[in-house]
């Protein structure tokens, strides 16, 4: 939906979501390895929590915007 309405941070907005998959995936990894779930918490409480509120204030919230306004 970014492509098509030519939303111009489309590009960012994905390599955003990239990112934190790659993060993710890395305490997957973790996790099967050593099942040490504290790691994931420390994950999900820091890195991901602050990505996730910032994520959307900024990215998820103009993209909504900019599809609202294209429609």
């Not at 997957?28 to 409480?45: I, T």
Request: proline share 0%; aromatic share 10%.
């Amino acid at each position: 939906m970014m492509e098509e309405s030519q939303f111009y941070a489309a590009a960012i907005h994905k390599t955003e979501h990239d990112s934190m998959r790659k993060k993710i995936q890395a305490i997957e990894d973790g996790w099967k390895a050593d099942k040490d779930a504290q790691k994931v918490q420390n994950f999900l409480e820091g890195d991901f929590k602050s990505w996730m509120v910032l994520h959307v204030a900024r990215w998820d919230s103009e993209t909504a915007m900019h599809l609202g306004d294209s429609m």
